[in-house]
């Protein structure tokens, strides 16, 4: 059997076609067109009034704390599950991140445990959609206006999703997406950031830029980054974009398939297809090891890769990254939900590109591991 891969990209739209105009054109660096009609064309469809497009997902984050002004002495409230890339420019700016344990089966940061870790120096809250399914917003986003706290949305695994019909990446004061190849649209490496105030759209737009002055081009007044976005990456975009209800449709059949087949494994937790507020649209497909199987996630993922399937374990909370442990950061805390996530979690192939086929041969094995 052939390796069936953790995630591969569908690119059979008008992505070669878009290309080829980047080429014919000689538009190739940030200032093509392409880059303004992608910002225009994606924060409208997750109906928000500004965009700026940058180079990854990680820079979005950036681009959101710094412009948000967090620094030394604020507090901003975060999972410990979730990806490193939310936690950096919290952590680099010297301002201190407080965690948050998950839900056991939506896997989000649980939002009943916030308030208690609400004090007088918490500045935001950066909530962390996780694996398809958003995070229970309107209960959070009550306690930002309860608390007078900004709100960083974090939609790279959502694109596409709602909470309560109403968009993922539309609720941030600002709201930031990644556009890495397994996520829900690519541009090969991208990010954005979503707002609909004017003037922090403009900040964003200068940190993405060195913070080249509007006036004095090479006087800057504040540290940026070079965070562009070249016409080529968006280029893809455009043509993505146009393709991400599809992507959609195609994320929840392969989530649905898998959960018709899977369901026969008792011993696995498998994603929730839906809750109140939201139907799962799978960014991944991860699956839990109850405690039944004697085997960790560790050892079924060996055993999946010797049978020529990808795998990904899930996140390392945020509170056991030994990067983070240095800095003293997390002494003595634990969060029981996230580290039994890390330790019988992992995820299996849900790129766009499987078809029925390659998703029975996933199953098959999996029952073979998993029934042993
Ligand atoms: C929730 C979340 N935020 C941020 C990122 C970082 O995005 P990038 O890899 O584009 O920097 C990822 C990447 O997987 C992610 O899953």
């Given at each position: 059997?052939?390796?069936?891969?953790?995630?591969?990209?569908?690119?059979?739209?008008?992505?070669?076609?878009?290309?080829?105009?980047?080429?014919?054109?000689?538009?190739?660096?940030?200032?093509?067109?392409?880059?303004?009609?992608?910002?225009?064309?994606?924060?409208?469809?997750?109906?928000?009034?500004?965009?700026?497009?940058?180079?990854?997902g990680?820079?979005?984050?950036?681009?959101?704390?710094?412009?948000?002004?967090?620094?030394?002495?604020?507090?901003?409230?975060i999972p410990s599950f979730t990806i490193i890339s939310t936690?950096?420019?919290?952590?680099?700016?010297?301002?201190?991140?407080?965690l948050i344990d998950s839900d056991p089966l939506t896997w989000n940061m649980n939002v009943?445990?916030?308030?208690?870790?609400?004090?007088?120096?918490?500045?935001?809250?950066l909530a962390v959609h996780i694996y398809g399914l958003p995070v229970e917003m309107?209960?959070l986003?009550?306690?930002?206006?309860?608390?007078?706290?900004?709100?960083?949305e974090d939609a790279a695994e959502v694109i596409?999703q709602?909470y309560?019909?109403?968009?993922c990446?539309?609720?941030?004061?600002?709201?930031?997406v990644s556009?890495?190849?397994n996520k829900h649209?690519?541009?090969?490496?991208?990010?954005?950031?979503?707002?609909?105030?004017?003037?922090?759209?403009?900040?964003?737009?200068?940190?993405?830029?060195?913070?080249?002055?509007?006036?004095?081009?090479?006087?800057?007044?504040?540290?940026?980054?070079?965070?562009?976005?070249?016409?080529?990456?968006?280029?893809?975009?455009?043509?993505?974009?146009?393709?991400?209800?599809?992507?959609?449709?195609?994320?929840?059949?392969?989530?649905?398939?898998?959960?018709?087949?899977?369901?026969?494994?008792?011993?696995?937790?498998?994603p929730l297809?839906?809750t109140?507020y939201a139907?799962n649209i799978y960014w991944v497909y991860g699956?839990i090891?109850?405690?039944?199987?004697?085997?960790?996630?560790?050892?079924?993922?060996?055993?999946?890769?010797?049978?020529?399937?990808?795998?990904r374990?899930f996140f390392y909370p945020m509170?056991?990254?030994?990067?983070?442990?240095?800095?003293?950061?997390?002494?003595?805390?634990?969060y029981?939900v996230a580290?039994?996530l890390y330790?019988?979690g992992?995820y299996?192939?849900s790129?766009?590109?499987?078809?029925?086929?390659?998703?029975?041969?996933?199953?098959?094995?999996?029952?073979?591991?998993?029934?042993?």
């Open positions: 059997m052939n390796f069936i891969p953790v995630n591969e990209p569908l690119l059979e739209g008008n992505e070669k076609k878009y290309l080829n105009e980047c080429i014919d054109t000689g538009w190739i660096s940030s200032d093509g067109p392409f880059v303004k009609r992608f910002e225009k064309e994606f924060s409208s469809k997750l109906g928000r009034k500004y965009g700026v497009a940058v180079s990854n990680t820079a979005a984050i950036d681009i959101a704390v710094q412009c948000l002004e967090i620094g030394v002495g604020d507090e901003v409230i936690i950096l420019q919290i952590v680099r700016s010297g301002a201190k991140p407080v009943d445990h916030i308030e208690a870790k609400i004090t007088s120096n918490t500045k935001a809250i309107e209960d986003i009550n306690l930002c206006r309860k608390y007078n706290l900004k709100l960083i596409g709602t309560r019909s109403i968009s990446g539309s609720f941030g004061d600002i709201s930031t556009f890495y190849p649209i690519t541009t090969g490496e991208g990010g954005m950031v979503l707002t609909d105030d004017k003037t922090l759209a403009e900040k964003c737009r200068k940190l993405r830029n060195l913070y080249f002055d509007d006036n004095n081009r090479f006087v800057h007044t504040k540290l940026g980054w070079n965070y562009r976005m070249s016409n080529l990456q968006a280029a893809v975009g455009v043509a993505q974009l146009e393709q991400l209800d599809f992507f959609i449709k195609k994320k929840r059949y392969i989530g649905k398939l898998y959960n018709e087949k899977l369901s026969e494994l008792k011993s696995l937790q498998l297809d839906k109140d139907t699956v090891l109850k405690p039944e199987i004697k085997l960790s996630a560790k050892e079924v993922m060996k055993k999946l890769l010797d049978n020529g399937i990808g795998c374990p509170h056991l990254q030994p990067v983070l442990k240095k800095l003293n950061l997390f002494d003595n805390q634990h029981p580290e039994n330790e019988r992992f299996i192939p790129g766009l590109s499987l078809d029925k086929k390659k998703i029975s041969s996933v199953v098959d094995v999996l029952f073979k591991i998993v029934k042993k």
